[in-house]
């Protein structure tokens, strides 16, 4: 009865043609790259502000929870409607709405792929600078609510440090603008508040982004160890000369050999790591930067070292790491991405401890990292249909986080807590932390309609901790 | 209900040591913010005395207004109450320095310059160049998001932040952000306090990423009669691969006030600062001397230390103007593309309203700085009016853009007409319930913020 109340009122303001509420079509809106499943009570396709706050109005009134899905690559449960409710569906706001040199800015929807915007910026010399590995299926506004990393962050910074304003339709269906292509806006940073707020905020309806030149040159590096260690040992080499590089991946055995098999891009599959390095700049030391860093890589043990001639190549070098996850997926039914961050120099010590958790579980665990910032992605392979291994898959990731936090990291790197990570969120955060997060969160979503259910574990029920 | 002060007295003292609270005017006066003299002023030790204070504030509805190194206390609306200035000096201690990482942890009340000296010693930085770096402390660049000609490449603290601890309202100590560079563990709660003037709160730690230092530095200047061939330059520069660290623009105002230190006289000036191996640095100094001299400007060139001392100078050309009988400093914020526009907007007024003015825009950045003084031999009150018309003219032009106008410092006759912030937007409602969240009894720094926060 509710639910029937709740589509007619939707169709009332989006049409009935973008109300989906037959349960196959709601079967699809599910799931996301997490492991869980919920099912929504209607999926709405929306194509302008207005829209989406008509929408959210609907939702306020009736007391309906709602959360915005873009292109459902999130690997944290993020997108699932973990508490029904409505899925806004943003494919449809996708249009590049201005691209401004002259003020280094860009205006764009968020149902945008961020690999559309870098393809609609290349011509132009420009470039959006944050490049997720699933750029070519993750939207703009899904980088919004996950502050999504990727490679270039070690140079570059991650989604924050380049979107400068937003148009927001908050929980109670009201307009708001926060930032903008002026700098410095009086008052609150809300932009830097709304982003990474997983969907709990409200819905970004419009996303102003900084842009930059694109370098006048790049040189990329793909150094081969038969340790992993030594890998390690050049990263710090590399910083400790001085030299900031726009990537420092490293991938290992495991990930290598699924990788070679599905790509073919020449790697050795007896070598225990890679290192794809890459710097950019202008053109004039970017052959002194390399042939540094091919002799740091030699020093510290490099069996080879391949320099990128053209673009060809570095596409070549790029496309084992861009392809990994998906190449890992050929090596087992399903596997849990881990997300931990180290401080850099506590990388190789984590990377044992994660074989050692492997090990104990009996669970086999490639390793992908932003070697550069710490971030590691151990994916722990299972077989979904396998309950009991699941449950095994689950303590060792917690393990994992654990392990990550004991050694001065996080529990998330750039995929978001969500569902997935609630649990792990009081190893870093003590109750006031959260007290004072949640307080954030009622100034903007007094009903708890935004994405419910999402990022904060339920409060303990003893008195008097803290 | 007023707060009994003589008791909050007796009970900061069995917090902090007698030693460290003072109601004496010798040390209330200098602590006044926009002419309202506190009751006390303290000085914690540690980060558990602030958290003491807080809720000792807290329990006896006092106001508090915390102090770093005062360089950004002129900024905002006057507070509607001030009971007590928490003094952070005592809070100066280097918690972790980790140069591996390139990262440190640091007490709110630390000094720029002494975290600058520190990491220099491992030949690393914090990018940042804010205005009187000997004085700013972690903790107020914090609070201000202040920041200098380098945010053009680096940005602001904003950029930098990687942690932070804050004493809440309520005197509940919390921890926001870690260590690492990629950290989305909650929400992105950094935010929240940077930039927010001690309205939520005191910060009283803060962690930063450090950056390799550059092995060459070097500044060229171009000066111009006009402004529009200074304008040109920066235009080419910002469409070209150059990676200058800052890119100013100096009208004849800024370039007499580095008389002095620079020997500059008249005209327009760009300013352009290059950092990197000397490869690079070296094509940069050329490519820009070449954009200089084919529109018929005069280029100096400075290199190391008086590539520092330059930049030191620009930095802080406001800091050597008499205060008496007043000065109004204010920053326009605008899109990069409309700064050169709107430091011609700002000469006009000052011409049109009679007011003397410099202008210094980070002009690759949007940012516009501009001191007004009266004109010689006027006796400054009559200025007033006059400069209330010019901040509204210029407030209007930047927002009919975008950007907005803020009094960084200005007298109490001045920001009693005009609006320190400007008039709020549509993200208000938003921000004033996050102020009554944390901050219920309005306790801290009420009413310097936007919109009376």
Known sequence: MAQRVLVEALRQVVGEANVLNAPVHLQLYQYDAYLEERRPDAVVFVHSTEEVAAVIKVCHAQGVPFLPRGGGTNLSGGTIPFRGGVVIEMIRMNQLLEVDPVNLRARVQPGMFNLELGNALAPLGYQFLPDPASQKAATLGGNVAENSGGPHCFKYGVTTNHVVGLTVVLPDGEIAEFGGVAPDG???????????????????TEVVVR??????????????????????????????????????????????QAVEQSIHCGLPLDCATVLIIEVDGLKDDLEAQSEAIVRLCMEHGAREVRVAKDEGERALLWAGRRGAFGAVARLSPSYLVCDGTVPRTALPAVLKKVAEVGERYDLKIPNVFHAGDGNLHPLILFDWRNAE????????????????????????????????????????????????????KRAFDPKDLANPGKIFPAPLEVAGVS | MSPDLASLQRRLVDLVGAHHVDAAPESTVPFAVDGRVPALTIRPGTQDEVASVVSACAAEGAALVPWGGGTAMGTGNPPERVDLVVRLDRLDRVVEFDPDNLCATVEAGLPLARLQKLAAGKKVLLPLDPPEGDRVTLGGLVAANLSGPRRLQH????????????????????HCGGRVIKNVTGYDMNKLFIRSFGTLGIVTEVTVKLLPMPAVQATVMGLFPELSAAASVVEEVLGSFLLPEALDLLDPGALDLLTPRLGTAGGFAVVAGFAGSREIVARQVRDLEAMISVRGGASRRFQEADSTETWDAVTNLFQALPQEPFRVLCTLAVPIGRTAGMMASVRAQAAAK?????????????IVRVAFRPEDGCSGDGAVPGLTEA?????????????????????????ERVDAWGRPGSAFSTMRRIKAEFDPQRLCSPGRFLGGI
């Open chain 2, 354 to 366: 009679g007011l003397w003015a410099a202008v210094s825009a980070h002009a690759g950045s949007g």
């Open chain 1, 211 to 256: 842009i930059v030149r694109q370098p006048e040159g790049v040189k990329t590096m793909l150094a081969i160890y038969d340790s992993i260690d030594r890998g390690s040992e050049t990263v710090s080499a590399i910083v400790a000369a001085g030299m900031v590089p726009a990537t420092l991946e490293m991938m290992d055995q495991l990930v290598i």
């Open chain 2, 155 to 174: 940005g602001t603290i904003r950029d930098w932040v990687l942690g932070l601890r804050v004493v809440l309202p309520d005197g509940e100590r919390i």
């Open chain 2, 391 to 415: 901040l509204e003219v210029l407030r209007g032009e930047a927002a009919a853009v975008g950007g907005s106008l803020v009094i960084q410092e200005a007298p109490r006759r001045l920001k």
């Open chain 1, 186 to 204: 009086p008052g609150y940073d809300l932009t830097g508040v709304f982003v990474g707020s997983e969907g709990t905020f409200g819905i970004c």
């Open chain 1, 389 to 440: 291994q699941k449950e095994r898959v689950m303590k060792a990731g917690m393990e994992i986080l654990a392990l990550c936090v004991d050694l001065g990291g996080t529990i998330s790197g750039e995929h978001g807590v969500g569902l997935e990570k609630m649990d792990a969120l009081r190893l870093v955060l003590s109750e006031a932390d959260i007290r004072s997060q949640l307080r954030v």
